[in-house]
């Protein structure tokens, strides 16, 4: 039982953990400036967090999606290239199972 116990404390802490990382740059919390636009590289970010977003954004009125402080096409393309690769490359990855 002691182990079982050692395995859930654990797992909870990884689990409290990533959350921690997932959300410490979300879209809209303030750490972007017209000086400091967020960037490809933030766009991906945002992209691979959406979903994380958006159950967020249910709470907390600035926290959105999508950061309107960006730069432009480079910020879309990494939001778009990160939407549609976690979410899109899951669905290509899964087999057809049409025998089944």
């Known amino acids: 039982m002691n182990k079982i116990l050692s395995k859930r404390l654990r797992l909870s ?3 409290i953990l990533v959350l921690l990382v997932l959300t ?3 879209p809209g919390d303030g750490s972007y400036s017209l000086k400091k636009p967020a960037n490809f590289l933030s766009g991906i ?3 691979w967090i959406a979903p994380i ?3 967020f954004s249910i709470g907390k009125n600035n926290i959105r999606i999508y950061e309107s402080i960006n730069t432009g096409f480079w910020y879309d393309f990494g939001f778009y290239v990160a939407i ?3 979410f899109g490359g ?3 990855s899964r087999k057809n199972r049409k025998g089944d």
Do not use: A
């Open 53 to 55: 977003s958006l159950i």
């Open 13 to 15: 802490i990884i689990i």
């Open 90 to 92: 899951l669905s290509l």
């Open 24 to 26: 410490g740059c979300m």
């Open 45 to 47: 970010w945002h992209g």
């Open 84 to 86: 549609i690769s976690g």
